[in-house]
């Protein structure tokens, strides 16, 4: 499946901003299943430095500064790619998850040393009974790991209600657990953190979803939202599956991954600061448009 | 000869007559079998000889000296914690020489090695590949942040600065007990402690050969200065401190000074051009090499800890184009965390292929599995402490809690075993202490400092010991215990002199100083010259008002109108201006001392005296050591009297003396050893613009609406404007109204007057540093001008000249307009050269949905 994703954010000011310095995680990172077929991230006003690596987790970052007056900015990336469909799996036939986690804490595990940053707290996740309770419905000894895993998806997908006014960006995972509401972020912040807690290997992926309009609708361009889920170790064969909480579902060609990380503080899309500014508005749109 | 003093039974004449150290414990000083140790002779007879009083009055001096240079934790006082001064004992901590070279030998290799474990970790990873240490150790840290990988070094090297913690155990053997691997605090503190005391005891200093500290410094400066990216001859070096509010304040400004180096705070630096510049009323300056005071996580808020005020937003990107270094590297603060310890034998086989020179003290970290066993079987006799060290968390003593503590300790232990590390408790060597009964064994811990130089590390010969009576206090932080020791390493050899000034040989290139102060010590400097004038009119004005109060002839009209000043100036409640003064005058009388003294009253005389030391306090760097005393010594005598006094005025009127002639010495001081640099301008234009302000005040206050016998009432005035001795050499008894105004307004040779603040004010304006605008005249070059032109033009027998409605309007006029003005010009000076930047914010960030 093939898209163009062009997302676009805007800041504006009420009052001059002198100097700003942003980092931004807007770039799809190439994969096993994504094919990037052109990218590029526009600025507006034009930077007066910008610069582009790989951080540590191979995510492609760009930061740049705009260093003179300004009142606004405009950020788009558009990028086209190409997604093939996830390999199929029988679940039922994935490695026992309590095996996994102990070939890692013995490290016979071949991929334990790469894995292992992920098994550990993050700054917006904290490993805790509570999670463990809750996951242990799931995972009971030794169930196959996907077959939990997925499991353990449908529930966040059932028991916890999305709502876009329960949580901000800043809710804490243990509270968006309390309260069983919220949006992608949380559900994948309180999955990755049940995984965690009872010692598997899990990831938070950022990108975007393909949405379908309704049968008799058209497809509204700049409606589609970028979004986050999950990938959930499952030993060295397989490796790392996506897994969507919010929409129940294992990732395939509506998925489009920007970048991972331990959880969302890794990988949002724009962080920086700026001097000046006085009352500041966003707005950001994300259209995913399917390709011929 | 010296041992029989020491060691026979003692006579009631000698120090160390009490002396008993304890059973178990080994004693720096004395040997149990052969009596005093050899390297301690020099100083045990020079001590004697000197005699109990006299060691006590040279301490006792000592004290009131580093009372008086205001060597604290914390220089000012941050939420209502009084800042505890440096408590120095009288008795050096002596080392000789031989063991000495042991130290420094094991802790050179201790300081490789942690060099080596950050470039493992950061790198290549092999000791985790090896399972030499456990992934907790990186990826467990709560300080941890993946954007400290792949940062480039200072030529590779991570630890420039490292400090060692050591304790002596029973057996005589030297044991580490913790490291410092972020921004080692207490080099400053050593070097203090040690001019203090070789003056305090200058001939024992002499004869014991001790090795001097300064070595060390030039190392570190020629360390800093090779690892700068460019300009190595010379490349700009910044002490990056966290601020006043931060406990090593004091050390940050005192290092700066010694070493040369720029202070500067978070707000004094910028990110432009993927460069870090200094922010300076000259414009930005580029900086080359950071020398940080502060923790790593604080360094960059775009993309470390985003609450942090004290970082450098975009300081990451600029070390990865390595147009910058820091040291000590980020991230160095892995290998200060207790866990470390725990593998650090066999870290060291791995890594060196050599055993350690010097233990750590046993630790075991919980999360092993059989670690955990241990150490809660063995509970009571050991240390709990955390990890990672994360907050600075205190150890714990099992042994020593309640069975309910205790129980919830054990409880949190097994459920997060990872966080925890037990440690042996180690009794500590004593040492001679002085204490008020002659000199007492106790407890002692020494931190040692070592830089990296050349290829190696070079340890400060010396270092800050810490005393205490109990063993078990010294564990804690830099903080805890009773009292420091300066540390003495004997030398067997002559010592060299050696001095931090550049060699003779070598030619210093001549300069003038020039624009390169940074804006926020000029903003500080301007108020410190506000306050400290501000200070000196409130004291006059006040002195005025308690002499007319208990004066012969008492002038109600004339006190009248002094209140209404002083409520103007917010130094008094303005009731007393409404309310008839017959009846409020006794209270008025009770107040004024309350409200004089009154810290909470913004605009107290001490409250204003309280701002003036904060900021002499911040600005300590700039000012001289003579200067910072004079107002350090006011914030101490210029107390409330206390007892029967407290209401007596007159000796609120003596402190009022004292303090003007304390305020006039830090005048005097500013103007005769500053140089005439932008430093010294900003200083006189705060103190030139409050005092044009204050004597505006004070003449509308008094002579815009007259009272019917002005003569008192204008002596007053010439009293409060510290003028009548001129004025009586001009025109001797006669007192009237035009004449006062003329020397106090527009006579522009009279040092008291507005004209001549105003003269001076302008060509302060002139000399500043001007942008490309130059030609245009700026904003508070006009606003001066033209009430200097308002100030000429008047012609004083108009002001003067009273009209039928009772009043002076032209006077009104003229001073309506100071008043209205003399902010406005303060303000225009703050946002011209002093405001370079606002507080930085965050994007608000988002998710999708």
Redesign the interface.
Known sequence: MRYKVTHTTK?GYSEPV??C???VILTPQAGPRLRVLSHRIVVRPTP??T?R?N???GNSVQ?F?I?ENHRQITITSTSRVEVDPAPTLEAAGTLPWNQIVKSLAD?TDPLW?ET??Y???SPRISRE?SFVDYANVSFTPNRPVLEAAMHLTSRIKKEFTYD?KATT??TSTDSAFAIKRG???DFAHVEIACLRSIGLPARYV?G??RTTPPPDKPRLVGAD????WVAVYCGPEIGWIDLDPTNDCLCSTDHVPVAIGRD?S?V??????????GA?T?S?S?DVAPEE | MTESVSISPPSPKTLLSGYQPLTGVYDEAFDPNSGLRPHWQTLIGELNRLGPDEVHRRWHLAQKQIANDGITFNPYDMGGVASRPWMLDAVPLVLPELEWNGITESLGQRARLFDLILRDLYGPQNLLRERILPPDVLYGHPGFYPAYHGLPTPEGQYLTLYAADLARAPDGRWWVMGDRTRAPFGLGHSLENRITTSRMLPQAFRHCKIQRLAPFFVAMQETLRDIAPRSRDNPRIVLWSKGPASRAYFEDAYLARYLGYTLAEGGDLAVRENRVWLKTLGGLLPVEVLFRRLDEDDCDAVELNPNSHTGVSGLLEVLRSSNVVICNALGTRLVESPIVQAFLPSISQFLLGEPLKMPSVATWWCGQPEALEYVLKNLDSLVIRNAFRHQNEPPLHPGQMSDQKRAELVTRLRARPELFVGQESVVRSTAPAMTDEGIAPWHVALRSFLIHHDDGFVALPGGLARVSPESDLLDFTMTSGERSQDVWVCSEQPIERVSLLAPPGETVALRRSGSDLPSRVADNLFWLGRQVERAEGNARLLRTVLSTMTGEVQSTEVLQRLFRVLAEQGQLDPDFVVEGLRTSLPAVEEVLPEAIFDPTRSRSLRATLNEAARLVSIVRDRVSVDAWRVIHRIDEDFQKPTGRAATDTSDVQNLLDQLLTELLAFAGLAQESMTRGQGWRFLDLGRRIERAWQTSVLLRGTLAFPIEEEQPMLETVLQTADSIMTYRTRYLATMQTAPVLDLLLVDETNPRSIGYQLQVIESHLEELPRGEHAAVISPEQRIALSLRNAVRLAVVTDLARVEASGNRPALERLLKQMDDRFPKLSDAVSSRFLIHAGLSRHYGSFSGE
């Not at chain 1, 899309?269 to 000046?276: A, E, H, S």
């Open positions: 800041y002198g100097v310095h942003n980092r007066q430095i610069s690596r951080d540590f987790f930061t500064s260093e490290r040393l292992c940053i098994q550990f707290d009974a876009t960006v800043n949006v992608c972020q950022s975007y979803l939202e970028s979004h986050a969302y890794d949002a899309p724009i962080k920086g600061v700026f001097l000046g500014g500041h966003l950001v994300v």
